[in-house]
């Protein structure tokens, strides 16, 4: 059980209120992260987007001894979006580049983000260009985890089939923006990892850890897949977040992970409110057995009364 970023973070302020420097910010995220509990981290999107992906990878791996993840924009919205004219076939040889890059330099994880995936709907013909270049993007890979995340809206109407491309080792599914993806999640085949995102980025609003906890223990029970590739993640735009609020949901992602590891029993119903007694109970560890029924004695036998010889029937 894992817990990492779907989103970006908000450039942390500096400690003694003067400018900055991009990289002792993204140094900033990366120990935000880590003292959290997440893994796999990531340079929180503040590289710039113009330099080459491996080198942001490169710079935010060599600040940290845990798993570094890469993410990049999926072809889909690439290619709907795009305003310059780039044929699809363009758009899919320029993201190849980039993982190659990547590999080059040892990333083991990239992450495909597809933002427009919500909106195929039931569009025959934009079902199959989505398929098409996920397929063409993944073909002949080795030795890389791609994982495809699905962000923005409910991609479900597109079909598992469209959105469960063969080539990813796993998926990501924004669960607050479109709820339905859990009719994605639960298809994905067991052997493929699953992250819930599940933890919103509305400033107020944080889900509480039995409804977080809830999320992993059933992407878990889906298609035998098991805790181990089950993952929590955000939801939604991290990035407008004021730090310490971003700081604070990071925790709550990293503590959630960790009670998601403890087996059923008192150190994890300690920590979780009493009133979440549910269906979830058993997922959630509130696993104390029910009193002993107090097995009833058996009546007493009546002694029918004692009879003298007077009494007695002549």
């Known amino acids: ?19 900055t420097t991009r990289e002792a910010e993204i140094e900033a995220v990366i120990r935000a992260q880590e003292e959290a509990g997440l893994e796999p981290i ?48 363009a758009v899919v040889e320029r993201l190849r580049r980039e993982i190659e890059a990547l590999a080059a330099v040892g990333c083991p994880l990239i992450e495909i983000e597809e933002a427009e995936a919500h909106s195929i709907g039931d569009d025959a013909t934009a079902r199959a260009r989505f398929r098409d270049l996920h397929a063409r993007l993944t073909k002949g890979y080795e030795g890389i985890h791609l994982s495809l995340s699905i962000v923005g809206g409910s991609a479900d109407v597109a079909g598992a089939e469209t959105i469960l491309v063969p080539g990813y080792s796993s998926f990501a599914f924004d669960l607050i923006a479109g709820p339905d993806n859990w009719r994605l999640a639960v298809r994905a085949p067991g052997d493929r990892g699953v992250i819930a995102g599940a933890l919103s980025a509305q400033e107020q ?47 709550l992602l990293g503590e959630t992970a960790r009670l998601a590891t403890l087996p059923p029993g008192p150190e994890l119903s300690r920590q979780l409110d009493p009133r979440a007694v549910s269906i979830r109970t058993a997922a959630l560890g509130h696993d104390a057995p029910p009193p002993p029924k107090r097995r009833r004695a ?6 029918p009364p004692a009879t003298s010889s007077e009494d007695a029937p002549e």
């Open 42 to 89: 990531t340079d929180g999107r503040l590289s710039s987007p113009e330099t080459p992906a491996a080198e942001r990878w490169r710079f935010a791996a060599g600040l940290t001894a845990r798993a570094v993840k890469a993410s990049l924009p999926g072809p889909y919205t690439l290619a709907i979006r795009d305003r310059g004219g780039e044929t699809d076939a």
């Open 298 to 303: 058996p009546p007493k036998r009546r002694r």
């Open 205 to 251: 609003a944080d889900e509480p850890k039995e409804i977080l906890l809830w999320a992993a223990h059933y992407a878990a029970s889906t298609r035998g897949r098991g805790i181990v590739r089950v993952g929590l993640g955000s939801a939604g735009d991290y990035e407008r977040l004021p730090w310490d609020v971003a700081l604070r949901k990071l925790r």
């Open 1 to 19: 059980m894992f817990a990492t970023l779907l989103s970006g973070l908000p450039a942390p302020p500096s400690a003694d209120g003067r400018p």
